[in-house]
């Protein structure tokens, strides 16, 4: 097995493993307790076949190849592409070089993106706001007419924002792998590029609305939930169902006693862990078309566990007893 060393820390790998991969490998590591140092992805994604190599913001820079061809590599490489030798050493937290070159990966993610975060339904989940926060600059240098684009509607549920589209690939890739008919891919090219369906012909198979999921920006919208809630005013929730089309493994988002949406359950990395069909993600909105289990895991650092307490049964016991021991003294 080859062993690698990324921002001084080691591990051995399967053969064929990316430099993302061991990367994550590292942190899902329950004795690591150091920074991120997984490189941030836009196009990657681990369940769809072919994903990444085009959005560049997961680029690190290999300091020594292999044991038995030290050379390092003379340019930044996408870690989501490229694979793990013996002996490899890369840097990325620990590089100004990497940083300084992921700066520019991401203002050129933000030449055509609009300021839409403050009506985008994506706002406080988008992997975009990530990346524009902790590597963006505070100005744009871009002085031409950005480009622009009419909404589509994709079938009765999905809206497309070509607009904030940053051309990563995955819904093409979830139309083409998931569903059973692809309308859906790239027209054009270069600059003129456009994710598009054919003559407009809606995506109407039982997992086009998976779309909607990997989409790290807000270009696939819900139609079922656009503008009815900020995602830090609702209570993320793993549910099931008994479902013959997929698992009926999901996550609900409660407001109150009403859910605004359903979405598929994702990872620690944001990715979605089974897909799930059009009837439970569009048509099942009662709380009595659920089992709920627990609160889905939120981050603490993401704006979403705002008002959101994975322990709150517990914590309502801690409060009760301090209330007893206040009312005991008096």
């Known amino acids: 097995m080859p062993k690698v060393t990324i921002d001084g820390h080691s591990i051995e790998v399967p053969d064929g493993t990316t430099i993302l991969q061991a990367a994550r490998m590292i942190v899902d590591n329950k004795n690591y307790t150091g920074p991120n140092i997984a490189p941030p992805t836009m196009c990657y994604h681990s369940k769809l076949k072919t994903s ?5 913001t997961c680029i690190v820079k ?3 190849g292999s044991e038995k061809d030290p050379r390092p590599m003379p340019k930044p490489v996408a870690s989501c592409r490229t694979t793990v030798m013996d002996g ?4 990325n937290t620990t590089s100004p070089e990497v940083l300084e070159s992921r700066k520019a990966v991401v203002e050129f993610l933000l030449i055509n993106h609009p300021l839409d975060c403050p009506i985008c339904d994506q706002a ?3 992997h975009l706001q990530d990346l524009g926060y902790e590597h963006g600059l505070s100005k744009t240098r871009y002085d031409f007419p950005r480009r622009t684009f009419n909404q589509i509607d994709i079938g009765p549920y999905i809206k497309l924002h070509m607009t904030r589209c940053i051309m990563c690939f995955r819904c093409v890739k979830v139309a083409d792998q998931i569903t059973n008919n692809r309308y859906q891919g790239m027209l054009f090219r270069g600059d003129a590029s456009e994710i598009s369906t054919y003559i407009e012909k809606a995506i109407d198979n039982d997992f086009s609305g ?3 999921d990997v989409c790290p920006v807000g270009a696939l919208t819900d139609k079922t939930f656009r503008f009815k809630s900020r995602v830090w005013f609702t209570k993320p929730m793993d549910a099931h169902r008994n479902c013959t089309k997929c698992s009926g493994k999901v996550s609900v988002w409660l407001k109150g006693s009403d859910i605004l949406r359903v ?4 990872d620690n990395w944001g990715e979605v862990q089974e897909w799930i069909c059009n009837e439970c993600r569009f048509e099942k909105k009662e709380l009595k078309d659920w089992v709920i289990e627990k609160p889905t895991h939120i981050d603490r650092h993401s704006v979403i566990s705002q008002n959101h307490y994975e322990n709150l049964a517990q914590l309502k016991l801690d409060i009760g007893k301090q209330q007893k021991q206040i ?3 008096k």
């Open 124 to 126: 406080g989940e988008c």
């Open 327 to 329: 009312s005991g003294k």
């Open 52 to 56: 990444g190599g085009y959005c560049r």
């Open 210 to 212: 998976n779309v909607i």
């Open 62 to 64: 290999v300091t020594k």
């Open 88 to 91: 490899m050493e890369v840097v």
């Open 263 to 266: 979405t598929g359950r994702k």
